[in-house]
């Protein structure tokens, strides 16, 4: 056994990379690295990097910038680069930033013990490919301890969709899904390990097809696992929504009263130029028949504002389809130009007119959110306590419809579900009291 490192990792992204980088620990782990919270104690510092908006993109080179005094302090420090920025400027992370040991893309970090190797031969250490092999078989049994309530699980990788604003298709490859049984396997593993809510994950979830039955085969083996008591999945596709995934929603108890479906935009000339593939009327009546299946579902969306081409009346047209769904949470971006991508080419909205769209769009999101966090003051709901607040004897978890919910609670009662009456609510969060 080598002696202990020190492992620091921070993830930027999406819950892909948070998966990611708990499987890098692992693979770290078995080289010898422990994770530590400190970054100053740190032997190694990994960000895990997203690319899918400039913004997103620039918050690597300046935390690389906040590096350099560590490395200065620590020589035998090393940095590496993974994630989606790496998959996407690698090479260039390489020749620009010399403190950079490494860069690993998100489909062969199960090379990482291999790349460190090279990085303490001195040699350079990149490896960006996308190869044939699966990853998940290369990388170590998931063996941390306990690791608390709920887990991230990737099922399904890489988008085929190509929408033309988008990065993804290129940092994360095409779409590929695991095999059924591995996913039981893992799903298992974690239960035994004290995870009670296990979140699907891929970049296109419900295109999973590693199972007969889809996504909603796979959802039903999962909920026969004892002690797994809540599945959610994440982000879908408007257009893999198929009928047995609908029907799951009212049939399958396990599987949780919430959906994140993105529609982008409102404006069928603008879903088309996005090369969505679906009209906003299409989106429309998809919700209607989701909502049949489960009535009390809460709808989370993504809308990009400010897209190449879009008029006032395209932006009206998403006001107008936001009122129409009523959103109990979602995102909304302002459009960012991503090199590679095919609206890149286009030209831009000004500036003022993409941001003033994204406040008006912010304030109605903002607006349905907090109707729908206050329509739950009254309301008894199941909760499963994920950890401590901050107020002492406080625990905070997540309802059925993920919203985060604080209530006194003895300790004991993180990893079990309990019913709790909402008394307050907030924004972003809710308070109650067990019953
Ligand atoms: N696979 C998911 C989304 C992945 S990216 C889906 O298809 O819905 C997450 C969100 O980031 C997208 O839904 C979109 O709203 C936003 N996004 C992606 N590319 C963007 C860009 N170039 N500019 C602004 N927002 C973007
Ligand atoms: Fe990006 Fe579109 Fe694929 Fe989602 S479906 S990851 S937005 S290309
Ligand atoms: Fe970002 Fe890559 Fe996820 S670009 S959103 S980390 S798939």
């Given at each position: 056994?080598?002696e ?53 993109a ?30 996407a ?11 950079v ?44 301890p ?22 993804v ?19 298992k ?38 002690g ?17 995934l ?14 994140h ?30 909502r ?7 709808l ?13 009346q ?6 107008a ?11 909304s ?10 609206a890149?080419?286009?030209?831009n ?24 966090q ?8 199941d909760?499963l ?15 059925g419809?993920?919203h ?13 579900i309990?019913?709790v ?15």
């Open positions: 056994m080598a202990t490192k020190k492992l620091f990792i921070k993830t930027y992204g999406c819950q892909m990379n948070v998966y990611d980088s708990e499987r890098m620990a692992e693979a770290l782990g078995a080289d010898g690295y422990t994770e530590t919270k400190d970054m100053s104690d740190a032997d190694m510092i990994l960000l895990n990097t997203c690319h899918i908006r400039e913004k997103a620039e918050k690597v080179y300046s935390e690389l910038g906040r590096l350099r005094p560590l490395k200065e302090v620590n020589p035998d420090l090393k940095i590496g680069v993974a994630g989606c920025v790496a998959q400027e690698g090479e260039e992370i390489m020749r620009r930033q010399p403190l040991d490494l860069v690993v893309g998100p489909q062969t970090y199960h090379r990482l013990p291999d790349l460190m190797a090279k990085v303490n031969a001195g040699q350079p250490a990149l490896d960006t490919d996308f190869p044939e092999e699966d990853k998940f078989e290369h990388l170590p049994k998931r063996v941390l306990n690791r608390g309530p709920t887990a991230f699980l990737t099922v399904q990788e890489g988008c085929d969709k190509f929408c033309a604003f988008c990065v298709p290129y940092t994360r490859g095409a779409e590929v899904s695991r095999p059924a049984e591995r996913i039981m396997k893992e799903a593993n974690l239960v035994t390990r004290g995870v009670r809510e296990i979140t699907l994950l891929g970049q296109n979830v419900n295109a999973y097809h590693g199972h007969a039955g889809g996504l909603a085969g796979l959802i039903d083996d999962l909920a026969a696992i004892d797994l008591e809540r599945i959610r999945f994440t982000t879908s596709h408007p257009n893999d929504m198929d009928d047995a609908i029907e799951a929603h009212g049939t399958q108890p396990k599987l949780m009263p919430y959906l479906l993105p529609v982008q935009s409102g404006s069928d000339r603008i879903l088309k130029a996005m090369n969505r593939k679906h009209t906003a009327d299409r989106y429309i009546k998809l919700i209607a028949r989701i049949e299946a489960r009535p009390d579902l809460l989370s969306g993504d809308f990009i504002v400010g897209f190449p081409g879009e008029t006032d395209d932006f009206e047209d998403t006001m389809l936001v009122r129409d769904v009523h959103y109990g949470q979602a995102y971006f302002k459009y960012s130009p991503r090199p590679g991508t095919p890149a080419e286009k030209e909205v000004p500036d003022d007119v993409a941001t003033d769209r994204l406040h008006r769009l912010q304030a109605l999101l903002t607006q349905q959110q907090r109707e729908t206050d329509s739950m003051v009254g309301r008894i709901v909760v306590f994920e950890k401590k607040g901050r107020i002492d004897g406080q625990l905070i978890g997540k309802s419809y993920l985060a919910v604080h209530a006194e609670a003895p300790d004991s009662d993180i990893g079990q309990r019913k009456k909402i008394t307050n609510a907030v924004t972003n969060s809710l308070a109650g009291e067990l019953v």
